[in-house]
């Protein structure tokens, strides 16, 4: 799963290779009519460290709001002592191969295809956004750094829609543009033809420096689609006339694959009833209401949270009041602009935190907030619950969407459904 670990800086991941990695492949384990289940996978390309402050950074750039510059020097700092943990364990071992694989579960993608012959990309489900753009043929090599490419040329259902194209700004001025084909385009044997792919004649240099992801699958509502003079349906908008049910489902997990279903509810994959709530569609976003909130044992605090459930955005940003509160019960926690966020000895003891989605209650474990440590030989553990100061909107990203079962209802009125799950701490 890949909550798209920080593509926007300027180094997103430290590349190298994880050795049990998978081949790119697609992972079908159940395909019925309008039905389908598709398993992300490990990213065969991996990573060696995440900084974490990077997190913070690419959610700032994410949602059009020039990062604070604590936060950039946050991430050189990071950057520093992550290098130097490198080395200084290099020169212990004598081994680049002993350095410690720093798992942050941004390490799994899900894999697509394109085209005629099917041309397979690593591509990250993304409710926060709504463009499906990948890295291409028409990328300047200069842009490219491992990613797989789409070539409109070497498949023959490619067609370009002429007169269209797309721009994405982020919030540190950068961006990503391109032009428009359709093209046949399969997740898990869902297949949508004539799919709008919008192909990158340009990306920000964030995304050159993140090898694991071949670009982005946009599963917010069609109407934050970029394409221009007009926007384009979504993969999910396109497909929904043929599943079973206009609904998605996320089963994310921790430190493990997980898994989307299309067109179906599999209520193998939670216990008890499913939570409704209402989504505000504009402009484009999952946005919706928590209930409330609750620090380890204490008493749940009633209180309605606006945010939005983004699949492509690694941690969780709440009010300054509620994180603090969260922090106070952290021993030798600070809020540290050292390092970007509140961070703590790794050896403290944290407590779970709780939400509520109407009448239901829905518990993050407290390993799931440990989110990493700062650097592999590090004692300094970066949260995985930040403030949303400054964001200007509050964002339940995967370390609460791991904790539970998520369901995305296309209906009308749309809506989103939290369950309880099985999870691993």
């Not at 396109?238 to 609904?247: F, I, K, S, T, Y």
């Not at 650097?375 to 539970?404: E, H, M, R, W």
């Amino acid at each position: 799963m890949v909550s798209l670990t920080d593509l926007f800086l300027a180094s997103l991941l430290v590349p190298t290779s994880l050795g049990s990695a998978l081949p790119p492949r697609i992972d079908t384990i159940d395909q019925r009519g309008g039905r389908v289940t598709l398993k992300q996978v490990r990213n065969p390309r991996g990573h060696k460290a995440f900084n974490p402050a990077r997190a913070t950074y690419r959610t700032f750039l994410k949602y059009g709001v020039p990062a604070p510059d604590y936060i950039k020097k946050a991430v050189a700092h990071i950057d520093e002592e992550q290098e130097e943990a490198f080395a200084r364990i290099k020169r212990d071992t004598g081994s680049a191969a002993a350095i410690p694989i720093n798992e942050v579960d941004i390490a799994y993608v899900t894999p697509v295809t394109i085209g005629t012959p099917p041309q397979t990309l690593m591509l990250d489900l993304d409710t926060g956004s709504s463009d499906l753009w990948v890295f291409s043929s028409l990328t300047p090599s200069n842009q490219v750094r491992g990613q797989e490419i789409y070539s409109p040329t070497k498949s023959s259902t490619s067609k370009l829609l002429s007169g269209h194209t797309w721009s994405i700004r982020y919030g540190d001025g950068s961006g990503s543009r391109g032009t428009v084909y359709t093209d046949n385009f399969t997740i898990g044997g869902l297949e949508v033809k004539s799919q709008a792919v919008q192909a990158a004649l340009e990306v920000s240099s964030s995304f050159t420096q993140e090898q694991s992801l071949d670009g982005l699958v946009g599963l917010g509502f069609s109407a934050l689609n970029t394409v221009r003079p007009s926007s384009q349906l979504t993969f999910f908008d396109n497909a929904r006339p043929n599943l079973d049910e206009e609904v998605f489902t996320a089963d994310l997990k921790y430190h493990a694959t997980g898994s989307y279903d299309f067109g179906f509810i599999d209520s193998k994959k939670y216990a008890g009833n499913i939570t409704y709530t209402a989504v505000q569609q504009s402009p484009g976003y999952w946005t919706h209401s928590l209930s409330g909130y609750s620090v380890g044992s204490g008493a749940f605090q009633a209180s309605q949270i606006s945010g939005i459930s983004d699949t492509g955005t690694t941690l969780v940003y709440l009010p300054t009041a509620i994180v603090t509160a969260y922090y106070r019960q952290v021993q030798g926690a600070q809020n540290s602009q050292y390092y970007g966020g509140y961070v703590f000895p790794c050896s403290s003891t944290l407590p779970t935190f709780t939400f509520g989605i109407e009448g239901a209650r829905f518990t993050i474990p407290a390993s799931y907030i440990n989110y990493t440590r700062i650097s592999p030989t590090s004692t300094t553990c970066y949260g995985g619950l930040q403030s949303s100061s400054g964001l200007g909107i509050n964002i339940f990203g995967d370390v609460a969407l791991k904790a539970a079962f998520v369901v995305f209802s296309g209906t009308n009125p749309p809506r989103i459904g939290f369950a309880i799950k099985p999870l691993a701490s």
